[in-house]
């Protein structure tokens, strides 16, 4: 019962950080846009596959504050979550807590 603020697409193309204009389809074009039409909810954005993701992962520094295209993409799908939460807030009643009974 908790309310799905949208879809987004991970490893949606692969760009290797020596040529960051180059964009390679290795699991299909469009798939997180096709899906989230489909299933009638807001596509957020996607998140290429790029190495320095996880790098940024291990050395404890978020990819989101290094200044290449993975930070775009990280502030865009930001951006489009906080606006969707926005619109949800506005529209529909407040969400109930999720309750976990343990028996």
Known sequence: K?????LVENMAW?????LPENRYYIFGKDGGKNLS???EVPFLGEIPLVQGIRESGDDGYPAVL???I????FRR???????QVAIRNATREKTNVVEIKMS
Not at 2 to 6: N, Q
Not at 14 to 18: D, G, Q, S, V
Not at 70 to 73: D, R, V
Not at 77 to 83: D, Q, S, W, Y
């Open 2 to 6: 908790v309310p799905v603020l949208g």
């Open 14 to 18: 692969f760009t290797p950080a020596e």
């Open 37 to 39: 039409a489909k299933y």
């Open 66 to 68: 290094k200044d290449d």
């Open 70 to 73: 993975t930070s775009i993409a």
């Open 77 to 83: 799908l930001g951006e489009e979550l906080a606006r």
